[in-house]
């Protein structure tokens, strides 16, 4: 049977990888729909999306706790169509992570989106392409840095996070218990061999991501220089 590590790790990537895919299917529409919003409910909304840049993560997990819980209709629907409790199970956490990590998907993408302009978008739609054809052909290649950025800084945000994750998921093996809270588990026993060794990986882990982004996205720059 594998360590109680090598679980926490296994969840952890399994929770990261899969948030990340739901921030893109739901951050890239949503940034498209701020950077094209000329509202002037835009300033509400995107104060409303970068909230987590500046609410403690015990204050969203305490509400999304209350949320979850069977006596409120989030979790009294969750258990009804699926017959199982939504707080403190794996997809509580993948759905915390989401709101969670999610203005370092959109704000990246909307900041590209802004960027792009309309004239291309015009000139494809004057030659007859639809909006998905503009968008995989035009948007996508010109602003495929800012996705590899969004999906970067999503991703590690996710396998970072902690308060979140310890409110709404607990700590149960091969389930909730993820990397950051098995270092604190490992603090908390005194065990500090063990912390230094999940420390150090995802020390190493989180500067091999950023140095790829930013080796991935040089190309880039000096075509802008």
């Known amino acids: 049977m594998p360590s109680p590590d090598l679980l926490a ?11 990340t895919v739901i921030l893109l299917l739901i951050g890239t529409p949503l940034a498209w729909f701020l950077a094209k919003m000329t509202s002037r409910f835009k300033v509400i909304i995107e104060a409303i999306v970068a909230l ?8 969203l997990g305490f ?3 209350i949320a979850f819980s069977p006596q409120h209709l989030p979790g009294q629907i969750w258990q009804q169509v699926t017959g199982q409790q939504l707080a403190f199970s794996f997809s509580a956490i993948v759905i915390g992570s989401v709101l969670y990590s999610l203005p370092f998907v959109v704000q990246p993408l909307q900041k590209a989106f802004e960027q792009l302009g309309d004239s291309l978008l015009e000139a494809g739609a004057m030659l007859g392409a639809g909006p998905i054809d503009r968008f995989f052909n035009i948007v996508f290649p010109l602003t495929k840095a800012s996705f590899i950025t969004a999906a970067s800084l999503g991703f590690a945000h996710t396998v970072g996070e902690f308060g979140v994750i310890l409110m709404i998921g607990g700590n149960i093996p091969g389930e909730t218990r993820v990397l950051s809270i098995a270092l604190f588990d490992h603090v908390e026993a005194f065990d500090y ?3 230094h060794v999940l420390a150090i990986s995802l020390l190493i882990g989180s500067m091999i991501l950023l140095a790829s982004v930013y080796l991935l996205n040089l190309p880039n720059q000096k075509q802008r220089l």
């Not at 790790?9 to 948030?19: D, F, I, Q």
């Not at 987590?52 to 204050?59: A, I």
Request: proline letters at 12%; charged letters at 10%; glycine letters at 0%.
């Open 193 to 195: 061999a063990k912390a």
């Open 9 to 19: 790790l296994a969840v952890t990537l399994k929770m990261a990888a899969l948030t």
């Open 52 to 59: 987590p840049l500046v609410l403690p993560p015990t204050v």
């Open 63 to 65: 509400y999304l706790l």
